[in-house]
């Protein structure tokens, strides 16, 4: 057992983070920036250049790269293989164009100031590649990943992660000084490119064959943590497999996610990743932050800020003019060019390697270092700025808008029982998009026949409606059999997502009232119109018109209206109970006065209905009672 020493040293810096997260964010996010720069400058603020909270930013980096793959991991959810394999022209062609025009431009500057060939091109490729994590932050936040731009900054980004694994390998090159190859540089390339693939392809294997039946059988287990472990368990692994291979962590996530964008389980796994992915993201920005060099920044800052603007704005000219020729509009071009200006995570990688290699003197790492650190800082605000100024164009919005919600459901089914399947076969037929969500592995099977978005979930988390696009839908129609867990999913929507209309399918006649009481748009009692129609056929089974049976229907259906709303309101003996809190329970009364007694046909009914009279006229008398005591 851990001793309270351990705990005390474990503790103080765990505190420190979430400290510098709960007051930083808040700060820039009031400011109208975004929540990558509070992150950011906290992490300089708790660092040694700081008040130097944190004795080893070094150990909280390691953690925090793991917030990297969980993002990556999330955003290859978002994107099914038909689609990626539709993406390779802006992947393999704007993504090699981009890397290799900014990494010849970037270069080019380092020799204007000096630098030789090997470290020049270093530092180029080094500052050319983008941060993936600040970049995806930004698109979530405006909620652009799904834009054409969006689409286009990440096919870069994606290009760059696959081109990690052979810049590291192009670095022994480069320390021989562009001398022959030597020591068999071309066969240790070959192999570890070979084994890299390899990987990739178990990880595909895999993928598509094992991860939904493995899925399929721990949720019919019932055990919801048992998803989160398995979730973690799936991305850390794939994860940990690609670095081994030579590849990124991030990559291997990246696979991981789009395997599994196709299947069932999509929304679920979102939503119990999500947390931890927030945090750990979060606590990689501020390592970021930690690892600003404070002495550099004092002693070189004006060449430090001024490398660091003329990096950012040559990124910005260059990306914009690239999306440009691949289509884009300039407006859409510049948000492109503004999104991929920091310099990547990959840097903090590409750089120190570089240093131990000899291609950097101590000088020129710490620098380079440096500035790809500050470009992480200034590159939001700059993203920032430029977004504000664009967004005036509003015609841009709205054709964005119209894009994106075209393949958005217009309504989300929770529950797809017997009464959910029914409700579907109605919207089916009118071509309604319909997103299901549904807790029953057989129902979901059942569900996915329909060809509507179909995943499993439990409809009563936040994270989970969520993560099922409630926020763009027009209306939730909550179809589930428990009272109580559809009355919990009508509070989250009317306090999270108030344009979003509700209609429920009520259980019975008080579940009915606690939904009028909570103001839903529509609900209805799953027996109440098959009762009446029943009670109609038996009508005119025994001899009455067809017009007679109907009207006597449409009748008791306006005295039972009636005396639902006094029951609401309290107004009638059975309601009162009802209003003051207790759990009295409604019970069935006579619409129509019965013309005579109920006559019992045995001795044990004659019992029952006598102990019933006498409750009710205990009933009776209680307000009586009251009254006369007042």
């Known amino acids: 057992m851990a001793s309270a020493t351990t705990h005390a040293s474990f503790l103080p810096p765990v505190l420190t983070f979430l400290s510098a997260a709960v007051v930083g964010v808040p700060i820039f996010r009031l400011l109208g920036q975004s929540a990558v720069l509070g992150y950011l400058v906290a992490g300089v603020v708790i660092g ?5 909270l944190i004795a080893e930013p070094e150990t909280a980096a390691s953690v925090a790269e793991i917030g990297v793959v969980l993002l990556l991991f999330i955003v290859g959810l978002e994107l099914e293989l038909s689609r990626l394999v539709s993406m390779r022209r802006d992947i393999f062609g704007l993504g090699a164009a981009q890397l290799a025009l900014c990494s010849l431009v970037l270069a080019g500057a380092g020799l204007i100031f000096g630098l030789s060939v090997a470290a020049a091109a270093v530092i180029g490729i080094a500052l050319a590649l983008s941060a993936t994590a600040v970049a995806l932050q930004l698109l979530e936040e405006r909620g652009d990943l799904g834009s054409a731009y969006g689409s286009r900054s990440f096919a870069v980004l994606l290009f760059q992660d696959i081109s990690v694994v052979a810049i590291l390998a192009v670095l022994p090159l480069l320390a021989s000084a562009g001398a022959t190859p030597e020591n068999g540089w071309i066969e240790g390339a070959l192999r570890s ?41 799936v991305v850390l692994g794939t994860a940990l497999l690609m670095e081994e291979d030579g590849l990124s962590m991030a990559m291997g996530a990246f696979l991981a996610g789009v395997m599994l964008a196709e299947s069932n389980f999509r929304h679920q796994l979102e939503a119990d990743i999500e947390p931890f992915r927030g945090m750990l993201l979060g606590l990689f920005f501020m390592s970021v932050g930690m690892s600003i060099d404070g002495g550099l920044l004092k002693a070189h800052w004006p060449e430090l800020f001024g490398a660091t603007a003329a990096a950012i704005l040559i990124k910005i000219a260059l990306v914009a003019g690239l999306f440009r020729l691949f289509g884009s509009s300039w407006l859409d071009a510049v948000r492109g060019g503004a999104v991929l200006a920091p310099a990547g995570e990959f840097a903090f990688v590409i750089l120190p390697a570089a240093g131990e290699l000899h291609l950097l003197d101590t000088a020129a790492t710490r620098f380079s270092v440096a500035l790809a650190a500050l470009t992480m800082i200034v590159g939001p605000i700059a993203a920032k700025g430029l977004d504000t100024a664009l967004a005036r164009r509003s015609e841009v919005a709205d054709v964005q808008a119209d894009t994106i919600e075209s393949s958005d459901a217009r309504v989300l089914v929770v529950g797809f029982g017997r009464f959910g399947h029914l409700l579907t076969q109605v919207l089916l037929a009118e071509g309604v998009n319909v997103t299901v969500i549904d807790k029953d592995v057989e129902q979901i099977r059942n569900a996915a026949r329909f060809g509507f978005r179909v995943y499993y979930g439990d409809g009563t988390r936040l994270d989970v409606l969520r993560a099922a696009g409630i926020g763009r839908a027009e209306l939730i129609c909550i179809c589930i059999d428990d009272p109580a867990s559809a009355l919990k999913i009508v509070d989250i929507v009317h306090e999270e997502f108030a344009s979003v209309r509700t209609y429920l399918r009520a259980y019975d006649r008080n579940h009915a009232i606690d939904l009028m009481n909570r103001d839903v748009d529509f609900q209805i009692r799953e027996t109440l119109e098959s009762a009446l129609r029943f009670g109609r056929a038996a009508l005119e089974g025994l001899g009455l018109s067809e017009q007679a049976a109907l009207a006597r229907v ?3 259906r306006k005295r039972d209206l009636a005396r639902l709303v006094l029951q609401q309101a309290g107004a009638l003996p059975d309601g009162a109970g009802w209003m003051r809190g207790a759990s ?6 006579p619409l129509t006065e019965p013309q005579r007694p109920s006559r019992a046909l045995s ?28």
């Open 48 to 52: 040694p250049f700081g008040f130097s």
């Open 193 to 233: 490119t070979a084994i890299a693939g390899l990987g990739i392809v178990a990880v595909i294997l895999v993928g598509r064959y094992g991860l939904n039946p493995f899925f399929r059988l721990l949720a019919a287990s019932g055990g919801r943590e048992v998803m989160t472990a398995a979730a973690l368990l």
């Open 554 to 556: 449409e009748d008791v």
């Open 584 to 589: 009295t329970e409604l019970r069935p009364e």
């Open 603 to 630: 001795a044990e009914t004659r019992g029952l209905i006598e102990s019933e009279r006498r409750e009710a006229a205990m009933r009776e008398l209680e307000p009586q009672d009251a009254a006369a005591d007042g």
